[in-house]
């Protein structure tokens, strides 16, 4: 039997719910009410062969109606004509007259007065979030603990456009680095609404393109490179010299330097180093030959 049930018209409220339609209307003021749901029914047949749970089902649904309860749906009714049992009123579909009756059906009152709070404080700073809040009245509630810190970015960017500075270096009281990095989708749909179009590169997008797109410095890209030998201890701007096996890294010309080779460590650039644990002076492959202090 898959006829609709008191259970299955509070999920299709629910769904409204959770799609932002109820929030929504608050700001947007497009009301989806009265909102109506279609009920799956008995048929023609199950009238005539089960009629006695066709009863009982037409008297669960008005049990839990606004009619029984005093809120919730109300249901309306069609009349059925049926050859063995005659005329019967069947409820075809269940109507949510307003916000109210929908909110108190899936108790939802607490979360709409939560938001309503939110979106009043947000409109309070910045009026032109209003369409983002109707996009988004879910992502309100959701971030309802970080709006004051939220604020403050924006708040901040709006009076230092394309600062230049590094993320790290922005001083926004009760902010922190990480705040901002694990909120930069969020931040950048908010930034994008608040600042003016001469503060935003609109090429830089995503995550990784917020801090261009909103004029922070960004840190210069780091190539990785292989380091000297394990204990390997020198001073002085490393010099990397290329060879057929790639880029390597070799010592400033005329620095000794002690190499500690670890057992695992393959015999090869520095010279005279092959015992495992051996401690001693070396020098890169043809250093002496050139460096004044190797033939000391």
Request: include cysteine; proline fraction near 8%; hydrophobic fraction near 40%.
């Amino acid at each position: 039997m898959s006829w609709s049930t008191p259970a299955t018209i509070r999920a299709q409220v629910e769904k409204a719910w959770d799609s932002g339609r109820l929030l929504a209307a608050r700001v947007s003021g497009e009301s989806p009410f009265p909102l109506e749901i279609r009920l799956r029914c008995p048929s023609a047949r199950d009238i005539t062969e089960r009629f006695g749970a066709v009863m009982d089902w037409v008297n669960a649904l008005r049990e839990q109606s606004r009619e029984r309860r005093g809120y919730g749906y109300e249901l309306r009714w069609q009349q059925v004509n049926n050859r063995v049992h005659g005329s019967n009123a069947i409820p075809v579909a269940a109507i949510i007259a307003d916000e109210t009756q929908a909110l108190q059906l899936i108790r939802r009152q607490q979360d709409a007065q939560r938001f309503q709070a939110l979106a009043d404080t947000l409109l309070h700073h910045h009026l032109e979030l209003q369409d983002w809040i109707a996009r988004h009245p879910l992502a309100v509630l959701r971030h309802a603990h970080d709006w004051p810190r939220l604020l403050a970015v924006l708040a901040w960017f709006l009076a230092h456009p394309r600062p230049g500075l590094y993320l790290r270096q922005l001083d926004i009281p009760g902010v922190d680095t990480k705040f901002i990095e694990t909120r930069r989708g969020l931040l950048a749909e908010l930034l994008d609404v608040v600042l003016p179009a001469t503060a935003i590169h609109r090429d830089a997008r995503g995550v990784k393109g917020f801090a261009r797109r909103y004029g922070l410095r960004t840190e210069a890209p780091q190539i990785p490179l292989p380091s000297a030998r394990p204990g390997a201890v020198h001073s002085g701007p490393a010099r990397y010299r290329g060879s057929a096996g790639g880029v390597r890294r070799a010592e400033p010309a005329g620095t000794a330097c002690v190499y500690h080779r670890e057992p695992h460590q393959r015999p090869g650039l520095p010279r005279d180093i092959r015992q495992p644990g051996d401690l001693r002076l070396g020098l890169w492959p043809g250093e002496a030959e050139r460096d004044p202090l190797a033939a000391r």
